[in-house]
């Protein structure tokens, strides 16, 4: 099984997702990708009281305001600005329930702030339930259902991991180890989705994103880490080698703090380009704590002052 999904672990996939937003459409929703225009996306930092205004405040992970491509199907007829909300909400409990009421909340809340037309959707990390559909929220008066809110659902465990990771969609690809994959070949699948991002064409910081996923929701045991040392350093692997480090690299470097300072700053030249002399300096008097502080905050940075090292 994948690594139980953690907070750090939801943040890892709202940047990926806020990076790779038409490859998600086009993954799970093909259909749909043709319909919006993602060449200039507005992300709204969207923070909402439930009760105001003193009710529990929530902040919702992804919503996007995007224009319609010309031509597309009308949302309702009383629609006339080509303008819509997608709101995603990534999910890592065991079950659906929760969120269930929580996305009818939500899009009540978005739908009369905007006014616009909102496309819920939720991403379900550990359940999978028909892996791509529609769920339900009904609420019932005395036998009578007097709502009934629909929200589209990626459910990634119910997915065949093996059809993701060897497909052209490279965030599918970065996700597959999320979906269902026979024990026996993660390993091979791994190295063979740290491959095919590599050959696809995308920049340093995409490419770090993508493995980043991929590997940290693979969860090899000490004797697979191992095997896929081995595979990767084979020759049909060489290009992937020096743009990749690999989980079990990473596993080795993070156990002396030397080697944990050298990955941090690997990273940061991946994302950020070649680094000032003082700010390499400054990673290198970072004690351990700093250092993994450091860590952390890099999935979320936008630039080298956000990690409080350049003035």
Known sequence: MPNSPSPDHDQRLKVLLKEFFEQFFLCFFPDWAARFDFTNI????????????????????????????????????????????????????????????????????????????????????????????????????????????????????????????????????????????????????????????????????????LSECLEAYSNLDEQQRQRLQSIMSSEQYAEVRPIMMTTFERGHLAGELAGQRKAAIMQMEARFGALPGAVKQRVESLSAEDLDRLTINLVKAESLKDLHLED
């Not at 909340?105 to 496309?119: F, I, K, P, S």
């Open 42 to 209: 507005d992300w709204l930092d969207k923070e909402i009281f439930l009760a105001p205004p003193q009710g529990e405040k929530r902040q919702l992970d992804l919503v996007a305001r995007l224009r319609l491509r010309p031509g597309a199907p009308p949302l309702a007829k009383d629609v006339t600005d080509l303008v819509a909300l997608v709101h995603i909400e990534v999910e890592s409990r065991e079950s659906a329930a929760a969120l269930r009421p929580r996305m009818f909340e939500y899009y009540a809340h978005l739908r009369r702030d905007t006014g616009l037309a909102v496309l819920p959707i939720g991403l379900y990390l550990r359940v999978g339930l028909d892996g791509v559909g529609w769920q339900a929220y009904e609420e019932f008066f005395w036998g009578h259902r007097i709502l009934c809110f629909e929200y589209a659902y990626v459910g990634l465990p119910a997915l065949d991991g093996e059809q993701y990771a060897l497909g052209e969609n490279v965030l599918g690809v970065a996700l597959s180890q999320l979906m269902r994959v026979p024990p026996e070949r993660r390993v091979e699948l791994v190295a063979e989705g740290l491959k095919r991002i590599t050959q696809a064409g995308q920049s340093d910081w995409r490419r770090m994103l």
